[in-house]
């Protein structure tokens, strides 16, 4: 299943990854920038735009798409978000971004569910400093996927 949701993903980044969004809210200044320039941003950065421009942003919204992607990258170390290339802040951004938009939006995470992900996923073991760093950029994220949800 969680194969299948990577094709999926992959097989849409080329045109999503392309598609230039505008950003607008109330009382910030108006962003445009693609959806490959989203994911390239550090996690915290990431999270303050989806919190700030919520309605206007266009992401990879599937929770086990998103999952299959984190399990690429931490089994290959690089993205499939090819073609439109993503060239992450770091591969710890890139994981916690994918690792927030697949959670529960009501369920913090922790250091224990970067772990239990990994572990579940069959994933390469992190340091207690990667997972720390994971966890709370993932929880960052995933605040702010819940603030624009409401």
């Known amino acids: 299943m969680i194969d299948k949701a990577l094709a999926e993903a992959v097989s849409n980044w080329t045109t999503m990854g392309t598609t230039v969004m ?3 809210a109330d009382g910030v200044p108006d962003l445009t920038m693609t959806v490959a320039q989203l994911y390239s ?4 950065e990431f999270a303050y ?3 700030t421009y919520y309605p206007s942003i266009v992401r990879i919204d599937s929770p086990v798409e998103n999952l ?3 399990k690429n990258l931490a089994m290959t170390g690089s993205t499939a978000l090819t073609g439109v290339s993503v ?3 770091t591969s710890n951004d890139l994981y916690a971004i994918f690792l927030g938009s697949a959670s529960d939006k009501t369920i913090p995470i922790s250091a224990d569910t970067v772990t ?3 572990t579940i ?3 390469p073991p992190l340091t207690p400093e990667a997972t720390a760093d ?3 950029k993932a929880e960052a994220v995933r605040l702010a996927i819940l603030s624009g949800h409401g």
């Open 121 to 123: 996923l069959g994933l």
């Open 41 to 44: 941003l550090p996690a915290t």
């Open 49 to 51: 735009i989806v919190q």
């Open 22 to 24: 505008t950003l607008t």
């Open 68 to 70: 299959g992607l984190l």
């Open 87 to 89: 060239t992450p802040s």
């Open 116 to 118: 239990a992900v990994n």
């Open 134 to 136: 994971i966890a709370a």
